[in-house]
């Protein structure tokens, strides 16, 4: 189970962006949540991803409380989340190729003995040819570098899947695509997923379960 409890964040602590939110996710189950621009829905998210510390309240990993943010979180819970951004020029390293790109989570947490592996073995899965691989960021379109970084998500097999409006700039059938390629990959492993969006009828269609935010 994945907990939310009491969280308060934002940017500035005189004026949080997310007041006292809590949200559980059950083992295997999907949660969207839905809400209007600037609601706070992404921090929230980067919160729950352990990439972002709240100013108050707890993120519980399988009952685990979270015991550090970013790169001071500790191993076992960073490697519990895959993340899939938005923007994922913003979230790819511009001087790797999409081959490195995907494999830097295990990289980081010393698994390169697996990287060549796994990734050979999801390259198709999210539709990305060998010649697609061994080019940069700047050498692929927004929907090919967002399969990448959907491979990237999945590639140290996490518990925990943060969807943050990971498709908004894709078109409908490199959505379709990629929400497929999630939800095999948690049919087969049973991760949860929380996938933040505005775009209702596909979170609806998508999740078990969606939360409405009010208003900004
Ligand atoms: N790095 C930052 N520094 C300062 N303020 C920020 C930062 N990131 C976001 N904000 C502000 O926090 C508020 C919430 O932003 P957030 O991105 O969490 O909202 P959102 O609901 O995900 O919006 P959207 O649907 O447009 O992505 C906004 O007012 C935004 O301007």
Same mark, same amino acid.
């Given at each position: 189970?994945?907990?939310?409890?009491?969280?308060?964040?934002?940017?500035?602590?005189?004026?949080?962006?997310?007041?006292?939110?809590?949200?559980?996710?059950?083992?295997?189950?999907?949660?969207?949540?839905?809400?209007?621009?600037?609601?706070?829905?992404?921090?929230?998210?980067?919160?729950?991803?352990?990439?972002?510390?709240?100013?108050?309240?707890?993120?519980?990993?399988?009952?685990?409380?979270?015991?550090?943010?970013?790169?001071?979180?500790?191993?076992?819970?960073?490697?519990?989340?895959?993340?899939?951004?938005?923007?994922?020029?913003?979230?790819?390293?511009?001087?790797? &190729?999409? #081959?490195? $790109? +995907?494999?830097?989570?295990?990289? *980081?947490?010393?698994?390169?003995?697996?990287? %060549? /592996?796994? =990734?050979?073995?999801?390259?198709?899965?999210?539709?990305?040819?060998?010649?697609?691989?061994?080019?940069?960021?700047?050498?692929?379109?927004?929907?090919?570098?967002?399969?990448?970084?959907?491979?990237?998500?999945?590639?140290? &097999?996490? #518990?925990? $899947? +943060?969807?943050?409006?990971?498709? *908004?700039?894709?078109?409908?059938?490199?959505? %379709? /695509?990629? =929400?497929?390629?999630?939800?095999?990959?948690?049919?087969?492993?049973?991760?949860?997923?929380?996938?933040?969006?505005?775009?209702?009828?596909?979170?609806?269609?998508?999740?078990?379960?969606?939360?409405?935010?009010?208003?900004?």
């Amino acid at each position: 189970m994945l907990e939310l409890r009491g969280i308060t964040a934002g940017y500035d602590r005189r004026e949080p962006v997310v007041r006292d939110v809590s949200l559980t996710i059950g083992d295997g189950e999907a949660v969207g949540l839905l809400g209007p621009s600037g609601c706070g829905k992404s921090t929230l998210a980067r919160v729950a991803a352990l990439l972002h510390r709240p100013d108050a309240g707890t993120v519980v990993i399988d009952g685990e409380p979270a015991r550090g943010w970013r790169h001071r979180a500790p191993r076992e819970q960073r490697t519990a989340f895959g993340v899939v951004f938005q923007q994922p020029r913003q979230s790819a390293d511009p001087r790797l &190729r999409l #081959r490195d $790109l +995907i494999a830097e989570p295990l990289r *980081a947490t010393g698994r390169r003995a697996e990287a %060549a /592996a796994r =990734v050979d073995g999801l390259a198709p899965v999210v539709g990305l040819s060998a010649e697609l691989l061994a080019r940069r960021p700047h050498e692929v379109s927004d929907g090919q570098l967002q399969r990448a970084c959907v491979a990237r998500a999945l590639v140290a &097999r996490p #518990r925990w $899947l +943060i969807c943050d409006e990971m498709t *908004a700039m894709l078109d409908a059938s490199t959505t %379709a /695509a990629l =929400v497929g390629v999630v939800e095999e990959y948690r049919r087969e492993s049973g991760a949860g997923l929380l996938a933040v969006g505005h775009d209702a009828v596909l979170l609806e269609r998508w999740c078990d379960r969606t939360v409405r935010w009010g208003s900004p």
